[in-house]
């Protein structure tokens, strides 16, 4: 059998004002042998489906893998030339059984609203019916019966943060097997209750909402051996397209009546628990009193309007500002994005005084910029490895500086990222259980990543493109009414 790979994970905040380039959008392109070795290991989701296919003995054909990054609306260039190479590799692939594509779910271009179902759509025409096309979903993904309707199936991550990328594509290869010798026919229902939730509410952990949803999936998936999955997708809200939010892909084996009667139980159990996903925020002054008067620390401070993970520039200031206003002592801001600002402090060098104006740069939806003066304490390439096992890997932010400003200290980065673990901080020579408050640009992934260390989590109501107050963001694409943007 030959399979072909590959993946999609672009990804766009509709709301914010930074965009990728064509140039650097192919420059984050993987292709031919390449994508193969340096995806066939490790736990992503090309990993454990090339991990299945080599069971199998199937011969992997690559296509191509797209990573640009998260920032505003993708160019209509972009997602045209990633839809027009796909398919022309493809043309080029000779004979092929099946298609193993990785998929963000959440590309909202110029004029293509739903990105995946055009591009699984284009792949589609060129294979026909009968080739198997299995795409793996990221939790957050705005699932569209485009894209239900175009793929054979689709298998959505079953953890938030999230960390199963790798047994969603081994399953999806097992899946594959099963279809290519005829033991299974995938068969798809596709049911979204009318509500979108804010990231900050899509945690699954003890006492979570999306925690007892997921398993209710999962137990239903397990019940009953038609059933092939159960994907309970969380969405992205700064996506806005016609179906951003909470949607439920149930998979069978041939049983079409079975696979609608299990996505629209779910759905309605989304929906009867639809007022446990209002966002949870404490205003910006009122989190750094708190953060100040509480023994119960490190306290860890969540921005999570500015997160590194929803295409934000990740340089707001609010959270600092009030920091330095009330005079805060042991805090560290991880990070402040601010090419100029790092610039700056490197030419200044270690153990020099400056005075540097830093963030709230690049658009006006972040806060104001500030002006800080401290020591320049610490000069790094911004390269560490998270040692959590969900958003594992190595992170480049950028050359970044440590400014000490007595009680407060500013990570200062060149580009923006997720500030969410210990190595993040550690990695710039802060120990972050020394220290009392630890501001972290994340949506819940901070939660997860300072667990252990973290003693109190406030998630704070700063100004940002992804604001947890959804009302705030002028939707435009959405369907409505819905929850909570409509009192329904
Ligand atoms: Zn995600």
């Given at each position: 059998?030959?399979?072909?790979?590959?993946?999609?994970?672009?990804?766009?905040?509709?709301?914010?004002?930074?965009?990728?380039?064509?140039?650097?959008?192919?420059?984050?392109?993987?292709?031919?042998?390449?994508?193969?070795?340096?995806?066939?290991?490790?736990?992503?989701a090309?990993a454990g489906f090339?991990r299945g296919?080599?069971?199998?003995?199937?011969?992997?054909?690559?296509?191509?893998?797209?990573?640009?990054?998260?920032?505003?609306?993708?160019?209509?260039?972009?997602?045209?030339?990633?839809?027009?190479?796909?398919?022309?590799?493809?043309?080029?692939?000779?004979?092929?059984?099946?298609?193993?594509?990785?998929?963000?779910?959440?590309?909202?271009?110029?004029?293509?609203?739903?990105?995946?179902?055009?591009?699984?759509?284009?792949?589609?025409?060129?294979?026909?019916?009968?080739?198997?096309?299995?795409?793996?979903?990221?939790?957050?993904?705005?699932?569209?019966?485009?894209?239900?309707?175009?793929?054979?199936?689709?298998?959505?991550?079953?953890?938030?943060?999230?960390?199963?990328?790798g047994a969603v594509g081994y399953q999806a290869a097992r899946?594959?097997?099963?279809?290519?010798?005829?033991?299974?026919?995938?068969?798809?229902?596709?049911?979204?209750?009318?509500?979108?939730?804010?990231?900050?509410?899509?945690?699954?952990?003890?006492?979570?909402?999306?925690?007892?949803?997921?398993?209710?999936?999962?137990?239903?998936?397990?019940?009953?051996?038609?059933?092939?999955?159960?994907?309970?997708?969380?969405?992205?809200?700064?996506?806005?397209?016609?179906?951003?939010?909470?949607?439920?892909?149930?998979?069978?084996?041939?049983?079409?009546?079975?696979?609608?009667?299990?996505?629209?139980?779910?759905?309605?159990?989304?929906?009867?628990?639809?007022?446990?996903?209002?966002?949870?925020?404490?205003?910006?002054?009122?989190?750094?009193?708190?953060?100040?008067?509480?023994?119960?620390?490190?306290?860890?401070?969540?921005?999570?309007?500015?997160?590194?993970?929803?295409?934000?520039?990740?340089?707001?200031?609010?959270?600092?500002?009030?920091?330095?206003?009330?005079?805060?002592?042991?805090?560290?801001?991880?990070?402040?994005?601010?090419?100029?600002?790092?610039?700056?402090?490197?030419?200044?060098?270690?153990?020099?005084?400056?005075?540097?104006?830093?963030?709230?740069?690049?658009?006006?939806?972040?806060?104001?910029?500030?002006?800080?003066?401290?020591?320049?304490?610490?000069?790094?390439?911004?390269?560490?490895?998270?040692?959590?096992?969900?958003?594992?890997?190595?992170?480049?932010?950028?050359?970044?500086?440590?400014?000490?400003?007595?009680?407060?200290?500013?990570?200062?980065?060149?580009?923006?990222?997720?500030?969410?673990?210990?190595?993040?901080?550690?990695?710039?020579?802060?120990?972050?259980?020394?220290?009392?408050?630890?501001?972290?640009?994340?949506?819940?992934?901070?939660?997860?990543?300072?667990?252990?260390?973290?003693?109190?989590?406030?998630?704070?109501?700063?100004?940002?493109?992804?604001?947890?107050?959804?009302?705030?963001?002028?939707?435009?694409?959405?369907?409505?009414?819905?929850?909570?943007?409509?009192?329904?």
């Amino acid at each position: 059998m030959r399979v072909a790979v590959g993946g999609y994970l672009v990804s766009a905040n509709s709301f914010a004002t930074q965009r990728v380039e064509l140039e650097q959008f192919q420059r984050a392109t993987l292709s031919g042998p390449d994508l193969l070795t340096r995806l066939g290991r490790g736990d992503g989701a090309l990993a454990g489906f090339l991990r299945g296919a080599r069971e199998n003995g199937w011969e992997a054909v690559p296509l191509h893998f797209m990573f640009p990054g998260l920032f505003g609306k993708v160019r209509q260039e972009c997602h045209q030339w990633a839809k027009e190479t796909f398919v022309n590799t493809l043309r080029k692939a000779g004979r092929l059984d099946g298609i193993f594509i990785q998929l963000h779910g959440t590309a909202v271009a110029d004029r293509t609203e739903d990105c995946e179902g055009d591009l699984l759509g284009a792949l589609r025409a060129v294979v026909g019916d009968k080739t198997a096309i299995i795409a793996s979903l990221d939790g957050h993904a705005n699932v569209t019966p485009e894209m239900v309707r175009q793929a054979s199936m689709l298998i959505g991550v079953k953890s938030n943060p999230h960390y199963d990328f790798g047994a969603v594509g081994y399953q999806a290869a097992r899946v594959m097997a099963a279809m290519f010798d005829r033991s299974m026919a995938p068969v798809s229902a596709w049911a979204q209750p009318a509500m979108v939730a804010p990231l900050q509410k899509l945690y699954i952990a003890p006492g979570w909402p999306m925690d007892h949803l997921m398993r209710l999936a999962r137990a239903r998936a397990a019940a009953d051996p038609r059933v092939v999955d159960v994907s309970l997708l969380g969405g992205f809200f700064v996506s806005d397209r016609l179906e951003t939010g909470i949607s439920v892909v149930a998979t069978t084996n041939r049983e079409q009546g079975l696979a609608v009667e299990i996505a629209e139980e779910i759905k309605d159990a989304c929906w009867t628990r639809r007022h446990q996903f209002h966002a949870d925020l404490v205003s910006v002054q009122d989190a750094v009193r708190e953060a100040i008067a509480t023994d119960e620390t490190p306290v860890v401070l969540g921005d999570v309007a500015d997160s590194g993970g929803a295409g934000t520039p990740g340089d707001g200031t609010a959270i600092l500002a009030e920091l330095l206003k009330q005079n805060a002592r042991g805090a560290v801001v991880g990070n402040i994005a601010d090419p100029a600002a790092v610039a700056e402090a490197i030419a200044a060098g270690v153990g020099s005084s400056v005075r540097l104006t830093v963030g709230g740069k690049v658009d006006r939806f972040h806060g104001a910029s500030v002006s800080i003066s401290g020591r320049v304490r610490t000069i790094h390439d911004g390269v560490f490895t998270a040692a959590t096992r969900f958003n594992a890997g190595t992170y480049h932010r950028g050359p970044s500086v440590v400014v000490d400003c007595g009680g407060i200290e500013v990570i200062l980065t060149a580009r923006q990222t997720l500030v969410f673990e210990a190595n993040h901080f550690r990695s710039l020579g802060i120990e972050p259980t020394a220290r009392k408050i630890l501001v972290c640009k994340a949506e819940l992934q901070h939660r997860a990543g300072l667990a252990e260390i973290g003693r109190t989590f406030i998630d704070v109501d700063a100004p940002g493109l992804a604001t947890q107050v959804l009302s705030r963001l002028p939707f435009s694409k959405i369907r409505r009414p819905v929850f909570p943007l409509d009192d329904i």
